[in-house]
């Protein structure tokens, strides 16, 4: 669990994880140097279960290191990312891991999803098509992965450590889950439970809602990224396509239907123009609010049909 200033959510999403009827695990807890009271709840937590490891960061390294971070501290056979501002339903891990257990030939199990406010009351269910990402083909998996770019909850779900100890992890660049998250359908399927067992909360302090545009995230990923440049889009379709040439075992037939897949893309959700727009954000940064009307405006569209 990669947090900072946490302290609004964190003590129910730890509740939620010491709770799953599947015990055997270890909660590793990365503070990202909080200046709230984030860190006296989690000393809290170590001293009622040892199952709970707490390390806290001497600076904000951002969130992406910090992400990382607890994943090379973590030792176990399966590893999960978990938000400190969302919950798990008590059968999610033990459900996952007897998918995972039982199929060798899944490398990531989640389950369906739901949105839950600030209360915890679930205000709306966002379905996860679970065939396509089932599928024995690679290409079908990261065709179905990059065009529901705009989601990317199997990100949380539980992963085969030796799998995503292959990738890049989570990247220092805006958008970097999305390629993650492409790339491990590259490497392998997807099982998604029936069931929402998986709580992700929607509040304004979210990072996506404090921060609604792409190019507003970059020293939130990592603050190296301060003052730089960036192309959030054009870096996430050059990503895409660098994924693809990573994966050694993909046969040459299916690498070429990939790079099909990414030039695809393109016209999803209007992706083309906020690759548009990316340069354009960066001389007339107070145009931002107006392109991401516009751009929810379209997609709404797209929709609709």
């Not at 996860?128 to 770019?149: G, M, W």
Request: with cysteine; net charge positive; glycine share 6%.
């Amino acid at each position: 669990m990669p947090v900072y200033n946490g302290a609004n959510f964190i003590e129910k999403a730890i509740k939620s994880i010491l709770c799953q009827s599947f015990t055997d695990f270890e909660l590793i807890i990365c503070d990202n140097s909080s200046t709230d009271n984030t860190a006296e709840i989690c000393k809290k937590v170590i001293q009622r279960d040892k199952r709970v490891r707490y390390f806290r960061n001497g600076k904000n390294i951002g969130a992406a290191p910090n992400f990382n971070k607890v994943f090379h501290i973590g030792t176990g056979k399966y590893f999960k990312w978990a938000a400190h501002d969302d919950e798990l339903a008590p059968e999610y891990l033990g459900k996952c891991i007897e998918l995972l257990e039982n199929n060798q030939d899944f490398i990531l199990c989640h389950s369906q999803v739901n949105i839950i406010n600030e209360r915890g009351a679930v205000i709306r269910h966002d379905h996860i098509a679970s065939s396509p990402l089932a599928s024995d083909s690679a290409s079908e998996r990261f065709n179905a992965l990059i065009r529901t770019d705009l989601d990317i909850y199997e990100v949380f779900g539980v992963i085969r450590r030796e799998i995503l100890q292959k990738t890049r992890l989570i990247g220092s660049y805006i958008a970097s889950d999305r390629s993650l998250r492409a790339e491990l359908g590259l490497h392998g399927k997807f099982a998604i439970l029936a069931e929402s067992l998986f709580l992700c909360r929607h509040h304004p302090e979210r990072s996506i809602c404090a921060m609604p545009a792409h190019h507003m995230r970059g020293q939130w990923f990592d603050p190296k990224c301060k003052d730089r440049f960036v192309f959030p889009h054009w870096r996430i379709l050059s990503e895409y396509f660098k994924c693809i040439y990573r994966i050694e075992q993909l046969p040459i037939r299916e690498k070429f239907t990939c790079q099909t897949a990414v030039l695809k893309w393109l016209g999803v959700h209007q992706n083309w123009a906020r690759l548009f727009a990316d340069p354009i954000l960066i001389f007339f940064p107070g145009l931002g609010n107006a392109f991401i009307r516009l751009g929810e405006y379209l997609t709404e569209r797209e929709k609709k049909g």
